[in-house]
């Protein structure tokens, strides 16, 4: 029963497209993330959301809106895509906002920019 | 600036041999130090939670070490195995503040 599920695995899409990729938790946890994992695998955090409410935002472009639905969702549309968007995205949720309660990842969703 | 920083950048052992990666961090007011396990393809996985008052835990094979007073922590691998072979990304999260990841070890364990 997985507990962090991301859809799709694998996104391979042109430059100047529009995507989602969709993340769900079944954990009944407060708080999701959305990670950047570059190619040297540089784990960066760049949303957290606490019951449906933007907590952080890393200074990333205007062109990624995350989206929460309700608490069990959390989606990451991108816009107008670039080259330098190829990378791993990681959803995670955990309890706790502030890393006390462990966080639990989803599988990761390649991205390839063509 | 909160920093975490681990050491070294890339470790390769023998299978059945120990290592020892480590961290130090800057973050404060210091909360929680947590140690994760990244396989290939896949999401990190929690080893390790450690807290201010505590200096050693044990998961396994698996041992953390935190000296909160000069901000450093050690993950230390017993008698290796191939599927050890992942990075081990070090988290450390401040009081009310949010979590500061590291860069990651790559550990590769040869047989």
């Not at chain 2, 000069?70 to 401040?94: E, F, G, M, P, R």
């Amino acid at each position: 029963d997985t507990a962090v599920s991301q859809t799709p695995k694998y996104l391979v899409t042109q430059m100047g497209n529009d995507k989602s990729i969709k993340c769900e938790q079944n954990l009944g946890h407060d708080t999701m993330y959305w990670y950047k994992q570059d190619s040297k695998k540089f784990l960066k955090i760049m949303f957290s959301y606490n019951n449906k409410e933007l907590i952080i935002n890393e200074t990333v472009p205007n062109r990624f809106s995350p989206k929460s639905p309700d608490k069990a969702h959390l989606n990451l549309h991108i816009n107008s895509l670039e080259l330098g968007d190829s990378a791993v995205y990681f959803c995670a949720s955990s309890q706790d906002l502030w890393g006390r309660t462990e966080a639990f990842f989803g599988q990761g969703t390649r991205l390839t920019v063509v | 600036k909160n920093q975490v920083e681990q050491s070294p950048q890339s470790l390769i052992i023998l299978e059945g041999k120990n290592c020892t990666l480590q961290c130090n961090y800057t973050v404060s007011p210091f909360s929680n130090l947590r140690w994760y396990k990244q396989d290939t393809g896949r999401g990190p996985v929690s080893l390790t939670i450690m807290t201010f008052s505590e200096n050693t835990k044990s998961n396994g094979r698996y041992t953390a070490t935190l000296d909160a007073d000069t901000k450093q922590s050690s993950l230390h691998i017993t008698a290796s195995q191939l599927s050890d072979s992942a990075s081990y990304i070090c988290v450390v999260s401040a009081r009310a503040g949010k979590s500061t990841f590291g860069d990651g070890t790559t550990l590769t364990v040869k047989p």
